[in-house]
């Protein structure tokens, strides 16, 4: 049963030192309150996950937050480098980082495995990549039906995934709409899943049958903090405001 | 009277990619100079093109070109917007995706991409983004379009990583890692169009665009460059072209200084 509880508390106590945690947004929906209320509280030795770590991921890198990076593209969708992370990779600084690098479409079969209770994801993938070389948590294995060979990469099991959606009903039901991105496999995937939302309605009655809900007993804590995913957006309530990265 | 339209090397880049790409082609998008190309094809003689960008929308008509590939505008113009992971597995990987359209840090005159460091990968001099879909685009797509602007820091001779699979050593190299699409079939840069060798896979340049001599493009490029016999000139930008590329520059620097 999901609780409606203050951010601060919601992460304080879903997170803990050592954790690995997953602050997942395809651009969209970035849960960059849930991750600033991280970096207040000061968590150590955090193993971050996410497909497309931005300039959020930046500044925990940067607080000296994170033991190891799970990714598979460290951009600032658009906007560019990220800065703490490459000082993180380039010159050790604040502290060495251990990075696991992956495809997007190693990373998204890994969640949606984990969220299947797997515990490797199968797909055709990594053919001719170096990758396969330098992650040892890329491997190949033979389709046992036809002898092709496929890729593996471990499921994800985050102990902790954060996410940001537009709406929960007063049960604690969570809508998530626009660029869906991998939110509902990363939350499935997860020990704990934390949402913080723009607004609480009181149903979702009026909702189209098939729009994306995350059951409120998916949900361990919903925290209500409107424009919790500036500066990335929340379709059809606030727009992207980039420029200010 | 018509006069030939003045146009920069980089415009003359977008319009010549987008001429490769056809009403039925259902494109895998990279962001950038990819981008404006698949539009600018979509807004003059591929109305019906399958635009797709990774953050799963499909069918997508952005008025403006995307800062990122999650933007608003791309979901709210697309047909459907799916999840990621069905993005990759079913249209992707399902084998649905016509041209992949991929742009790049670093190239090799096999079509192989580096987008992932520069220097050794455990201790790199540049760290650069990574592959994000690209591995599986450049696999999983039945052709690879690149385009980039042509600089000796780009296109190299041996590249420091291999993140997205071309043509490997040349020749056969795919088929013999069981890879059964084509890989890379065109090359567009900001100075000519280049086709793998038919036998070698090598990219050759078969096209100059207007006023580009080649020892413009083999200053700017870290391999010797070989030319097809029968070299042609890529046609000018048409007034069209140039005002449809220009319009939608102008649209999208507006829409994104007001964001």
């Known amino acids: 049963m999901a609780r409606f509880v203050p951010l601060s508390q919601a992460v304080a106590e879903n997170l803990g030192n050592g954790d690995s945690v997953a602050f997942e947004g395809f651009t969209h929906l970035i849960p960059t309150a849930a991750a600033h209320e991280s970096i207040r509280q000061g968590f150590r030795d955090l193993t971050l996950i996410r497909m497309t770590p931005d300039v959020v991921y930046d500044q925990m890198i940067g607080m000296g937050l994170a033991r190891k990076l799970v990714f598979s593209y460290a951009g600032n969708p658009g906007v560019g480098l990220l800065r703490r992370l490459r000082d993180a990779v380039e010159n050790g600084f604040p502290h060495k980082l251990e990075i696991e690098e992956h495809s997007h479409a190693a990373m998204a079969n890994a969640y949606e495995a984990g969220a299947a209770g797997l515990p490797c994801a199968v797909f055709r993938g990594y053919r001719g990549a170096e990758l396969a070389r330098v992650n040892p948590n890329i491997k190949f294995i033979e389709c046992p039906f036809t002898g092709e060979s496929l890729a593996a990469v471990p499921a994800l099991r985050p102990d902790v995934v954060f996410i940001h959606a537009q709406k929960a009903d007063r049960k604690g039901n969570v809508l998530v709409e626009g660029i869906v991105g991998i939110q509902k496999e990363a939350v499935l995937a997860a020990k704990r899943a934390v949402v913080s939302v723009e607004e609480v309605v009181d149903d979702f009655s009026d909702l189209h049958p098939n729009l994306t809900i995350l059951p409120h007993w998916t949900v361990a804590d919903i925290a209500v903090v409107p424009g919790g995913a500036h500066p990335s957006y929340t379709h059809a309530i606030t727009r992207v405001t980039t420029p200010n990265i | ?259």
């Open chain 2, 1 to 259: 009277m018509m006069s030939r339209p003045e146009f920069t090397p980089n415009e003359m880049m977008t319009i010549a990619a987008s001429r490769a790409l056809k009403n039925d082609d259902v494109c895998f998008v990279g962001i950038g100079a990819p981008s404006a190309a698949c539009n600018i094809a979509r807004l003059m003689h591929a109305p019906d093109i399958t635009l797709i960008y990774e953050s799963g929308t499909i069918g997508t008509a952005p008025d403006v070109l995307p800062l990122s590939i999650g933007d608003g505008e791309l979901c709210d113009t697309a047909l459907t917007t799916v999840p990621v992971p069905e993005m990759f597995r079913y249209w992707l990987q399902g084998g649905r995706i016509t041209i992949g359209f991929l742009g790049a840090a670093q190239i090799d005159k096999y079509g192989n991409i580096n987008t992932t460091v520069i220097g050794d990968y455990d201790c790199p001099k540049t760290r650069l983004p990574g592959g994000g879909g690209a591995p599986e685009i450049a696999t999983s797509s039945q052709e690879v379009y690149i385009t980039l602007a042509q600089s000796k820091r780009g296109m190299v001779e041996k590249i420091d990583f291999y993140t997205s699979f071309g043509h490997g050593d040349g020749g056969d190299h795919r088929q013999k890692l069981g890879i059964d699409t084509k890989g890379p079939t065109l090359l567009i840069t900001d100075l000519a169009i280049w086709k793998p060798d038919p036998v070698t896979k090598e990219f050759t340049v078969v096209s100059l665009h207007p006023g580009v001599t080649r020892d413009q493009v083999q200053e700017t490029c870290g391999w010797s460059v070989k030319f097809a016999d029968g070299v042609e000139e890529t046609p000018p930008p048409t007034d069209l072209e140039l005002a449809t590329l220009r319009d939608l520059k102008a649209r999208t620097e507006a829409a994104h200084k007001g964001a």
